[in-house]
């Protein structure tokens, strides 16, 4: 009697937990990337698209997240990626060999060609960022590459959200 | 005799056409089709077999249209293929309106005469025929010809079936994926592999001689816009600036090429570059994202996506330049615009309930109409004769392609093996 009855309540709650994910989120929640950004750098560099330096130079040392993300539809750091941001135009401003490329992604949603302007947008706040913040112009480069270069294959808001992103990559 | 109505009620029920490789699955019976026959052709060469089987194909295009169905050849009371050999009444009897007959003749070691005509069954007169050279190489496009001819004659809107689709494939290699740019036959029949890379590929658009494509590519890691001649696999980098470079497109007279660039800065704007001397003169100044420009077909205005109140929405600019008119007003996002041949339509991806999809606005009206019903449509691109539209979706995960009348009537899953699919852009009508 009591197995059966919590066989139902697992039931209803892989039930609910599946409607849950069906409906669309209209204000994504801010998801706390920050800790699992530095933990799965690697990870998601070796993905093996395009950028052909896999590791993350860091002449500091230490583990130096290179993979911002952003919300739907938004260009904004979000805050706890400023201190990611300020760490980079450090290294930069202080080493004025160093040449960083940034490369925006949008989610797949919507048109082609405007989603490589929101990847483009993207890269930009990140480059004001750095200029802001002490690096040259003429060490930092951007491309976007729109949807076309996803991490993530899905068609879910989870796969969405980790594709809009910029990645760091130094190219010296 | 088999009982020809339930043949015909089979047919309507399943909607399938069988075209040799390519199979077509209707969506959408919008459309009675009307029944005609195609009679199997006649031959006199030296081999066994004609070069074609110049009935299929003709029987396959007119199915593949929507708007007829073709007897089943063991229907066919008589076969004729000589117009003297016509017996209108055995016709009048399976309920067909109109029939089509010829032959293949050898003339020589690779050279053919072939020879259509059309009939129409309640006149009991012959609407249009033809004799048309072909050799080996050339047979699939006369007969393709010869299908547009009799689908104009029995239609009014001329034939698409002798143009062919340009498109990227993207396949998954090992950790990253090989992109392809791809020219096929309208049919999906002939494809030739135009460009290959590791990097992304984007917006092909042909040019209005159909001999050349644009497109960007990524390779290198920065986006670059080439010029390349099918023929010769030649191919010229025409821009590749600093920041985007983006979203070509060919005027109506092949001289200049629409685009878009970012700069170092990021703002995306519409620039017209003239081919020949590479000159780029700016038409959009705006901060906000300004993209996808496309050409009116007098060569006049640049419709283009541009976010500036807020969302994506079209606009359009003299091409001489001056202030920008917005163009889209319904829903919260419009983008990708593409003007029919004709000018009578615009077509654009449509933000509708949550899902994209291509809408079609006529521009007299001012009226949108939603022509897909998918989540994720894109790449709407206009037949040369202005009447169907062919577009992307999704299936799972993998990109599809689709056509859809810009009625909206008749729409169709063009399934064809190729994997993930994307950007499909229809050539012009073709020279010969």
Redesign the interface.
């Known amino acids: 009697m009591f197995q059966y009855k919590s066989l139902i309540a697992s039931f209803l709650f892989l039930v609910l937990a599946a409607c849950a994910s069906n409906v669309?989120d209209p204000d994504p929640v801010e998801a706390t990337y920050s800790d699992d950004a530095a933990a799965t750098t690697d990870g998601y560099s070796d993905?093996?698209?395009?950028?052909g330096e896999d590791v993350p130079y860091d002449p500091m040392g230490g583990e130096l997240a290179t993979i911002i993300y952003f919300e739907f539809d938004s260009s904004e750091l979000r805050p706890e990626d400023s201190d990611i941001v300020a760490r980079h135009a450090v290294q930069l401003s202080g080493n004025s060999s160093l040449r960083v490329?940034l490369?925006g992604h949008a989610d797949?949603?919507?048109?082609?060609?405007?989603n490589?302007?929101?990847g483009?947008?993207r890269?930009?706040t990140v480059?004001r960022m750095l200029l802001i913040q002490g690096t040259s112009?003429a060490q930092i480069?951007?491309?976007?590459?729109?949807e076309?270069?996803p991490v993530s294959?899905?068609?879910d808001e989870e796969a969405y959200a980790q594709n809009r992103r910029v990645e760091i990559t130094y190219t010296n | 005799m088999r009982n020809y109505l339930s043949r015909a009620l089979l047919l309507c029920l399943l909607s399938v056409g069988v075209a040799e490789a390519q199979l077509v699955i209707e969506i959408t019976e919008g459309v009675k089709r009307r029944p005609i026959a195609v009679v199997p052709f006649g031959w006199a060469g030296t081999s066994p077999n004609m070069p074609l089987d110049v009935a299929q194909l003709i029987s396959n295009d007119l199915t593949r249209s929507g708007r007829f169905a073709p007897i089943d050849e063991r229907d066919m009371l008589q076969k004729p293929t000589a117009g003297v050999d016509m017996d209108f009444s055995d016709w009048s009897i399976l309920g067909v309106e109109a029939v089509v007959i010829g032959s293949v003749t050898q003339t020589g070691q690779n050279a053919y005469d072939v020879q259509f005509q059309l009939f129409d069954v309640f006149g009991r007169d012959q609407l249009v025929g033809y004799r048309m050279r072909a050799s080996r190489g050339t047979i699939r496009r006369v007969a393709h010809r010869a299908a547009d001819m009799i689908y104009e004659k029995l239609t009014g809107i001329k034939g698409v079936f002798d143009t062919k689709v340009a498109y990227v494939t993207a396949e998954q290699r090992g950790d990253g994926r090989l992109f392809s740019l791809i020219v096929s036959d309208q049919d999906g029949e002939n494809d030739h592999k135009i460009m290959e890379s590791n990097d992304p590929i984007m917006s092909p658009a042909w040019s209005p001689d159909s001999r050349r494509l644009a497109y960007v590519s990524f390779e290198g890691s920065h986006s670059s816009i080439f010029i390349q001649t099918l023929r010769t696999g030649n191919r010229i980098k025409v821009s590749s600036k600093p920041g985007i470079n983006g979203a070509p497109a060919f005027s109506p007279d092949g001289r200049k090429l629409v685009l878009t660039l970012g700069g170092i800065d990021g703002n995306l704007d519409i620039y017209v570059m003239d081919i020949n001397s590479r000159e780029t003169r700016r038409l959009t100044t705006h901060r906000a994202i300004d993209t996808e420009g496309s050409w009116s077909p007098d060569g006049r205005y640049i419709y283009f996506t541009s976010d500036r109140s807020g969302g994506p929405q079209i606009y359009r600019i003299a091409v001489s330049g001056g202030k920008a008119e917005r163009i889209s007003f319904e829903g919260s996002y419009n983008a990708r615009p593409r003007l029919s041949p004709d000018g009578s339509k615009l077509a654009m991806v449509h933000l509708n309930r949550g899902n994209y999809r291509i809408a079609v606005m006529d521009l007299k009206r001012k009226d949108l109409l939603v022509l897909s019903a998918g989540r994720q449509d894109e790449s709407p691109s206009f037949a040369p004769n202005s009447d169907t539209l062919i577009y992307a979706t999704r299936q799972s995960r993998n990109g599809v392609l689709e056509s859809v009348t810009a009625d909206g009537l008749i729409r169709q899953r063009l399934a064809s093996g190729k994997g993930d699919v994307r950007e499909p852009v229809w050539s012009p009508f073709q020279r010969f």
Do not use: A, C, M
């Open positions: 669309p993905g093996g698209f395009g950028s490329r490369e797949e949603r919507g048109s082609r060609e405007y490589i302007g929101l483009e947008r890269s930009q480059r112009s480069s951007t491309v976007s590459f729109g076309e270069r294959f899905g068609n």
